[in-house]
């Protein structure tokens, strides 16, 4: 089974930027579109960011409007690794935030079509 470990979540003020990293195991990372999510506190898990390609491999990114203009998200599959750059950060944005693959180059934005996930890392806005 693909592992997905997450790293860089933290705590930061208003307007903050935090990059959070998801390592992959596995050796067909390159195949299978990529996702991250967020759980806030007495809140569902939704979702945020989404990476995938066309046919011939050209990457494509889907982002929630709450997080579009603010975040973004890619990989670098040489390194089995994906990110999500977080800039001006809001209190709202505070969440457990997790990375997840399918098994599929095309991309979701639904919790049930992705395969694996993360443990999840803690991202904290707060002044």
């Known amino acids: 089974q693909v592992q997905l470990v997450e790293s860089g979540g933290g705590l930061v003020q208003p307007g903050g930027s935090l990059r959070l990293s998801c390592s992959a195991s596995?050796?067909?990372?390159?195949?299978?579109?990529m996702g991250w999510f967020r759980q806030a506190p007495g809140k569902e898990r939704e979702f945020v960011a989404a990476?995938?390609?066309?046919?011939?491999?050209?990457?494509?990114?889907d982002y929630s409007d709450s997080v579009k203009g603010r975040f973004t998200i890619s990989r670098d599959n040489a390194k089995n690794t994906l990110y999500l750059q977080m800039n001006s950060l809001k209190c709202e944005d505070t969440a457990v935030y997790y990375c997840?693959?399918?098994?599929?180059?095309?991309?979701?934005?639904?919790?049930?079509?992705?395969?694996?996930w993360g443990q999840g890392t803690q991202v904290t806005v707060s002044a």
């Open positions: 997840a693959a399918r098994d599929s180059r095309i991309g979701s934005r639904r919790l049930n079509e992705f395969d694996y």
């Open positions: 596995g050796r067909t990372f390159s195949r299978k579109a």
């Open positions: 990476i995938t390609w066309t046919l011939v491999s050209t990457y494509y990114s």
